[in-house]
């Protein structure tokens, strides 16, 4: 992209001020006159893959580019398993395997485990509705012991454990839209993915990966040089994608 | 506060363990030797308590305390079997969780063994696993309560925290490994948490400083170099121990070291997680600053010239912070204690940095924060818990800070209804949680006191003379001995004045200090607060000596405690000053010369310029007080006081590095100019009280040579002492010696006699009068002859007016009763319009905490 041919008034007499502008080549030669360290850009290729949660490439790239193992690299496989454990509906091994991973996050945050232990609940009236004698005795006193108590010390708990005790006044084709969506699959997916991310948090790791970031930066920046009336090749994300 | 945990490698197929032994079962399973069934028996425990506090209560109930603190508190000798490693991570995993409930099943965990028991295992050799959940488990239980005392109980444990953090870091930066980092951050997380006073603070800070800066120096040098997210959290927690644990000499030996640690801290202000800003602005600020607000005394601070423009960075920094804070408020409570902690210290620095403050809006969103916590001023007998506690101790200590300097601020402060929270706070019942917040609510009362336009109005009406005698007479007495026993001990000879305790042995007074020393803390901050209340145009004056404040500043005076000490004897100070006679001999029979000369020669050059002002305050325009310090003391002794502290010289400085001693400096020079005004005092009274002063020639050899002293207040009080020594006293006053000694004599200003009385005067003999002309002469030849005619002849170029002023009028005096030539007319007519009694002008000293009059 060269520089066009301006037409304002002016532009055919002796110019006053010079219009900037770089050529590709200009451009990429003063690109690579900046020196980013090898270490920088491993570093942020590692940040990437650690917080997108591609673990054996972040694995296989510790290991090339020589970076000592992250903290949170070793992480990934617990949440992996935490997170299909909750898509599966294996509520109770998910619990243990928060407890096992960081005993303080279902202590510190009351909310999570209530979405986990109705989640449980769910489970446990989905498999006393699915035959039709269902034992309907576990789903009671799983509420009883587990929900009751924490449903009178907040309303919002009480109004979310009384929707899920009514599925078992009905049958489970014939379901309120309301109540249909506690039996969706989509649910897991929302807790597992709450829990996912107060897990990163507590580890004190940003949810955005560094890259992303200094893409914004490069677009700010490219916005700012556009005002100032600059000419020069804009970034392309498809070109380095 | 969260931790990443362990995954343990034995776990898998745990979640068909739940069903297998019974809830109600699993307390036997912990009591037997058999460690297989013993750990599965833990984790089940582990997942049935977390998240559930009922379950909580009810193992509680049954005992389990007892059987994890067994667990845990056994270490194994001979073969290390892992199993038993296991059981006891899990314990404290386990104990850690109960740490985190409703407060009444939390503070249930406060018996003595489970702080023992945790720290024990900081003390032994124990694998990082144990190390991470008995960490995790302290710091828990530490947040929810401090144990002030726990490094003074734990003597070892600053050294093995010292040690077990030299020993990971090396671990951490050869192999980044997860556990070592999590073990490291724990471990920082601890640092402010067993140290939570100022004084515990520096106890520790010895043993920590070095490890931690080589740790946080590591962590900037490396997070340049490796792609790891997570050690931002490590390095947070690092650098805010190191801030907490630095002392000033600590400071000056980093920032000595040139700028690299300070650029790489001033990079971590843009850092992107909060965490990492927020310690780093806390430790340039602690770099930087004099010290942590709520300890320095009463006295002005030194300032470090760069704080204030470091503080052009740290100050949007923070405010940021502190708005993001607001606007999504963590846990439902806006504000951070450490963000408000920060900027109270910066605010100590005043100028720029508090109108910057204040300008963004700081004190209204102090208050916002406070109503928060205590909605009208309301505080549940017992319900301040340690966190709003640190919410409220520091937005009270930022406030303070804000209007220490000036009057608007204050006025502001009143205004958003502050001196209700203070009434508030200083009656709420004692806890450990209301400690700091009482410290912090008496610095705000002594920030008000400053302004003579609130003493007089607004403080009058608020109650804050009962919460403040409460809160010096709450903790017993350090000394049991009865505090008025010097009422009788007036006038006995000095060799009953040091009633210290023999059979007490040193380290029996270290552990006896050490004990109470939380409230001692308190007691010095309440002091702070009193001494401007007691000054005599305070209103709120007679209502303190009317609740018995008295005793209970004797006995703050007699505190080994230095900072109370201090401020003791500064309030005293102050209640002497002016001319209230009645006042003056209340606290003289409390206090007792003893007491107060032992003070003249105290280890701290500060509380020696507190105690000789002392004196100054109550020589001032009292001979009745003159007379009874030379009766109690005896004239040489008195003499010889003066003496000493006209001789001090301060300690110069070998190099750089000694800059504290640069900062005591000042007081050298205050001592002596307390002393000078002593003699000036003395000068000022009977004719006998003068002819002592001309007696002792070696004090005045000192005063003459004093005359050429840098210090401008040093040649003013030395020239005061020359005028009052050559004063010709009018013609009644004269025998004085015999017929007025004792009465209270009121100074009156030059004219202010009616011209009967000089009538009447002048009938009175006129031989006295020649007699004591001889005196005077002789007095005047006495000067000459030490040679304080040239000095003042010197001084006629003072650089000063005052001193130039004052030095006319020494030389008129003096030149006419040695008989030399007048000086000119228009001279003259100066000087007479000049002429007073050194006492009128150079009258009591209290202007070190008060920009009263500002």
Redesign the interface.
Known sequence: MSAAASIGPGANSASITPKRGYSREQWESKLDSVKVSK??L??????YL??EGYQSAALKFAQEAN??????L??ID?RMQIRAAIHAG?I??A??RI??????????N?EL?FSLLRLQLIELIRKCTASANGDIQPVLSFATT?LA?RAQKNPAFLTDLERTMALLCFPQDSLAPQLAELMDPSLRRQVAARVNEAIL??????REA?MR?LVRLWGWAENALRQEKVDFPSLDLKNIA | MNWMFDHFPILSGLSKFASMIAEDDLLPYLRRDDRHGQLDALRSLKNSVIGHSDQKASYLDRGVLDDLLAIIGTAQDGVKDPIFDECRIHASVVLGSFAYSDPEISSRLFTPPTLSTLVKVLTQYSPPALLVASLRTLTTLLTLRLTPSLVQQFPHLAKSLSELISHYSTACFANYARQDVQVLTNLCTLVPLISPSHSSAQSVSSELTGPLFDLVYGSLKSSQTSGIVIDSKLKSTAILALAHVLTPTAAREITAAGPKFTNALLALLRAPDTATRLSAAALLTALYTSGRPETTSTSGVTRAPQITTLALTLVPTLMKLLDDTIAAPDHGRKGDPRILHTLAILCREGGDVTDRCVEAGLIKKIVSIIVQVAPNNHFAPGRIFESDGKLLSSSLLCLSALGLYNEDYRKAIIEAGALSVVVAVMNTANTPATREVKIAACHVLRTLSRSVRLLRTTMVESGVVCGIVDLLGEAPSEEERPLLENVDNVGNEPEQMDDEPVHTTVTEVAAEEDEEEEDLEVRTAAMAAVCNLVLDFSPLRKPILDKGILPLVVSGARSRYTPLRLNSTWALKHMVFGDDMETKACVMAHLGFPLIIKLCDDKEIQVQEQALDFLRNLTARSETYIDMLFDNVGVDEVFRLVDCKLSLLPVPPIDESEQELLSTQPYYTKVIIAAAYIIVHIAAGYDRHRETVIAHEAVLRKIVQLMRHENYGVRLACVWTIINLTWVEEPNRAPGDVASAGQIHTVSPAGGHSSEQLQQEQNISSFAELYFADIYRRRAMTLVRLGAREQLEYLKQDPVLDVREKTKTAIYQMDSLVGRPSPSAEDEQDIEAGLSRGVDVAGGAMQIDSELHA
Request: net charge negative; aromatic share 0%.
């Open positions: 270490a920088n491993n570093a942020l290729v590692m940040n650690i917080i970076i000592s193992s992250s903290v949170a070793d992480s617990d294996a109770q091994e619990i243990e407890n096992d991973l960081n005993p303080e996050l279902l202590d510190t009351p485990h587990h108590s948090e507590a580890q004190g790791v940003m560094k970031g």
